[in-house]
């Protein structure tokens, strides 16, 4: 069962690749995602239990620390932020609102995602980490405009030390439903 995740984000995609490998030998963890982003950088995203995630993270940042720009665990993960992540989406009723979030930095987004689905009865429309956003991820998510405007207060609270990482926080209500049918 998935329960905890563990990120990393390097500057360079060659020790990307090389920390991956190791992240997967150095523990029982299952691998979400291992890819370069824009521009130029590289991603890991695993997920286990707690343990078996903290030694794969470990694993990955002594053999390319010179290159890390984030390391990231988070236990008790929100199933469906994983979900959104790995392509699998949920049938959307009604759109009332959007909450949209955008941030500079994968590890960010991610926090904040988890954030903002922890706090509010939110659904999640789409999550973009990294790619055809110049490296930048976007979380975007729909409920009522209460349960929005409280997923983006809590992910901006989450996100407190690393403020300067969020790029855009929006709340739209009453969303046109050919604009959200592209957003998805």
């Not at 824009?38 to 470990?58: E, N, T």
């Not at 984030?70 to 609102?97: C, M, T, W, Y």
Request: proline share 2%; with cysteine; glycine share 8%.
């Amino acid at each position: 069962m998935i329960d905890t995740i563990g990120l990393l984000e390097f500057k360079r995609i060659s020790s990307g690749i090389e920390a991956s490998n190791q992240m997967i030998k150095a523990a029982d963890v299952e691998l979400i995602s291992a890819r370069y982003i824009c521009p130029g950088k590289y991603i890991v995203l695993i997920s286990g239990d707690l343990s078996a995630v903290k030694s794969s993270v470990k694993a990955g940042v002594e053999v390319a620390k010179k290159d890390l720009m984030k390391e990231l665990v988070i236990p008790k993960i929100n199933k469906s932020l994983i979900d959104i992540i790995q392509g699998k989406n949920n049938e959307i009723g009604e759109i009332k609102a959007l909450g949209i979030l955008e941030y500079s930095s994968i590890a960010s987004g991610i926090i904040a995602a988890d954030a903002a689905v922890k706090a509010s009865e939110i659904e999640f429309l789409k999550i973009v980490l990294g790619m055809r956003t110049a490296g930048k991820s976007l979380i975007i998510f729909t409920g009522s405009i209460e349960a929005c405007q409280q997923g983006l207060n809590a992910a901006e609270l989450a996100n407190k030390d690393n403020e300067k990482y969020l790029l855009g926080k929006k709340l739209i209500s009453s969303p046109e439903k050919k604009l959200v049918e592209k957003l998805i």
